[in-house]
């Protein structure tokens, strides 16, 4: 069985409301947990440790994911396997660290294999904001062509993609893991 953890700032109910209802349709989801944060994704690695299933999935409140269960199918339980968009595809394959917003399953004792980013850096801003870059630096990713039907809000002005400090803050987050090790 799996815990679906979605992130959402709050402000996009209507999308969270269809994020939900799609997730229902898969029997092999049988905890939903919404966590809520203006900063960033940090909060679904929180909610992942008290999660009741030992696998977990992840997404973000502005899209669907239509091949859900094709994703769900090629997780090994030894890779990060996340739901990747073909266009952003050539962008993520030779990234060590990588974005898991579009559909991403993974074992919530991986979460703490950030420790060395965390013993040296905290709960920072950066964790705060980067913090899918951080979990993917630590862990083997695999990715998988992602079927997504994007809501409007993934490009709005809320979205992390449309920030000033957006390139700064992933980079910064890498040297930072590369400094702590791991």
């Not at 939903?32 to 203006?38: C, G, K, L």
């Not at 060590?96 to 013993?119: A, H, I, N, Q």
């Not at 920030?163 to 893991?177: G, L, V, Y």
Request: hydrophobic share 35%; with cysteine.
């Amino acid at each position: 069985m799996v815990t679906a953890i979605i992130a959402t700032s709050g402000r996009r109910k209507d999308a969270l409301c269809l994020v939900m209802r799609n997730l229902l349709n898969y029997r092999w989801i049988d905890e939903i947990m919404i966590v809520y944060s203006d900063i960033g994704p940090h909060n679904r690695y929180t909610a992942a440790k008290r999660a009741k299933n030992n696998t977990i999935y992840v997404q973000d409140d502005d899209c669907i994911i239509k091949n859900l269960q094709e994703i769900y199918d090629t997780y090994d339980k030894k890779h990060v396997t996340l739901g990747m968009e073909k266009y952003r595809w050539p962008i993520y394959e030779n990234q060590r660290s990588k974005m898991v917003g579009w559909g991403t399953f993974f074992e919530k004792s991986w979460v703490k294999r950030m420790k060395p980013y965390l013993d040296m850096f905290g709960e920072d801003d950066i964790y705060k904001r980067e913090s899918d870059r951080i979990f993917t630096y630590y862990n083997p990713t695999k990715m998988v062509l992602a079927d997504i039907a994007s809501f409007p809000t993934a490009v709005d002005s809320e979205a992390m993609c449309t920030q000033p400090d957006h390139e700064s803050a992933k980079e910064e987050a890498i040297k930072r893991c590369e400094l702590a090790g791991g």
